[in-house]
């Protein structure tokens, strides 16, 4: 699901800068990324939270209600033609990426073309006439379980699990679910991104990586009805 934001809280990342260095550059190289795309994330992560910041101002000196400031910042940089990574959807490494990197909004996500659906845990893309998911994000809204560094279970989508108050049905093979499945016949790999919380309540979201799916199967899940479950291990 998105996030609210409240008044209080003003949009930081802990993406750090690229340095000049010829050993960081090096490292970027191998790791597929380039000073410039680096730059140009860092770049639109600094715009937003500027525009972010503005809009806070702004709602505070209306009294506004408006809770979604962040989609607000995001549409702006849309508009603008801010986005980075806006090309064809990208399986494996995102140029300008690195892992480790920490994001305070999944808006920025999108913003960057790490995860680009706002809303939904698993992103997906069309490739050889079948859809391979690219990426997905572990929230801990349905049953997941990150084991370690190295393994994540993670499970599927739709059926209710999210809702309480309303009644679960199984969980259907399609959209990010037959993506998924695909994925462990393709072995592509699958960005991971983790939400977690700080010891205040803070949330933040956590680039890990590059997963494979290594099996996936139906099962019961706590409210009775059939979810899939995928499992998936760190590429090394």
Not at 7 to 24: C, D, I, R, W, Y
Not at 58 to 67: L, T, V, W, Y
Request: proline letters at 3%; charged letters at 30%.
């Amino acid at each position: 699901m998105g996030d609210k934001p409240s008044s209080s809280n003003t949009a930081k990342t802990n993406v750090k800068e690229p340095g000049v260095n010829l050993q960081n550059e090096e490292f970027l190289k191998e790791c597929g990324h380039s000073i410039e795309m680096r730059k140009k994330v860092s770049g639109a992560l600094r715009l937003f939270s500027v525009v972010f910041e503005s809009l806070e101002d702004e709602k505070s000196e209306e009294g506004s209600a408006s809770k979604r400031v962040d989609l607000k910042a995001a549409n702006i940089l849309k508009k603008e033609g801010r986005f980075v990574n806006t090309g064809k959807q990208i399986i494996g490494p995102v140029p300008g990426v690195e892992v480790g990197d920490e994001y305070k909004y999944r808006v920025e996500l999108t913003i960057i073309g790490l995860h680009r659906q706002t809303r939904a845990g698993i992103d997906f893309v069309m490739h050889g006439g079948r859809i391979l998911a690219t990426s997905i994000v572990a929230s801990g809204s349905y049953e997941d379980k990150i084991c370690n560094e190295m393994s994540i279970i993670y499970t599927g989508q739709g059926g209710n699990y999210m809702l309480p108050r309303k009644k679960a049905y199984d969980q259907k093979l399609k959209g990010g679910n037959l993506a998924l499945k695909n994925s462990l016949d393709e072995q592509n790999p699958i960005r991971l991104i983790h939400r977690l919380y700080s010891s205040d309540g803070q949330r933040k979201y956590v680039y890990k990586g590059l997963f494979v799916v290594t099996k996936c199967f139906r099962k019961r899940g706590t409210r009775g009805k059939l979810v899939w479950e995928f499992h998936l291990r760190l590429l090394l």
